[in-house]
């Protein structure tokens, strides 16, 4: 079965920083390039940061630009998103998303991880 | 502001068939055919329903069709079905420095 979880969500103080991670399973995870998206409560969906399936080739929204790191571990299945500064404005579930191979589009959605940051 | 429009909300009756745009500019949904569209139920994480414009991935309903004419891409639900009640998202490649942006959502609500 093709799955994502994500993990590594919590409450976090203004300017701290969380680490995301996001593990692959039923699916050959190096060959595919990967999406973060995140969601604020009540609020619509918000792409964040993608990477090739090398992590050759990058890339962040403007709100993340500078603060956000998307990388990715094959050997370990593993795709990761370390947010450093962060504001209220972060507070969201984190989804991690694949890509479709050679089309565009996020065919398989992980179960997403809420980040809240706040005082 | 989300860079692509969509309206707030769409109804309509079961077995109808309903239509939700998705307005953008030359740099991103009139530029490609890199257009997607989700759906989200309450509570679950989204589910693709369409990419680059007109391709149903396996397993997703015929009822859904999608389409493009100039800056606007379009989603269609024929045979509208009380499960098809939820938000539904477009997103698009975009040229404009980032990669990806998304439209604000519309929620469809079957009477």
């Known amino acids: 079965e093709v799955q994502l979880v994500e993990s590594g969500g919590g409450l976090v103080q203004p300017g701290g920083s969380l680490r995301l991670s996001c593990a692959a399973s039923?699916?050959?995870?190096?060959?595919?390039?990967m999406n973060w998206v995140r969601q604020a409560p009540g609020k619509g969906l918000e792409w964040v940061s993608f990477?090739?399936?090398?992590?050759?080739?990058?890339f962040y929204a403007d709100s993340v630009k500078g603060r956000f790191t998307i990388s990715r571990d094959n050997a370990k299945n593993s795709l990761y998103l370390q947010m450093n500064s962060l504001r209220a404005e972060d507070t969201a579930v984190y989804y991690c998303a694949r890509e479709i191979v050679g089309a565009t589009g996020s065919d398989c959605w992980g179960q997403g991880t809420l980040v809240t940051v706040s005082s | 502001q989300s860079a692509l429009t969509q309206p707030a909300s769409v109804s309509g009756s079961p077995g109808q068939s309903i239509t939700i745009s998705c307005t953008g500019t030359?740099?991103?949904?009139?530029?490609?055919?890199?257009v997607s569209w989700y759906q989200q139920h309450p509570g679950k994480a989204p589910k693709l329903m369409i990419y680059d414009v007109t391709n149903r991935p396996s397993g997703v309903s015929y009822r859904f069709s999608g389409s493009k004419s100039g800056n606007t891409a379009s989603l269609t639900i024929s045979g509208l079905q009380a499960e098809d009640e939820a938000d539904y998202y477009c997103?698009?490649?975009?040229?404009?420095?980032?990669?990806?942006?998304f439209g604000a959502g519309t929620k469809v609500t079957v009477l």
């Open positions: 997103s698009s490649y975009t040229s404009s420095g980032t990669l990806y942006v």
């Open positions: 030359s740099s991103d949904v009139g530029g490609y055919n890199y």
């Open positions: 039923g699916f050959t995870f190096s060959s595919y390039e």
């Open positions: 990477i090739t399936s090398s992590g050759s080739t990058i």
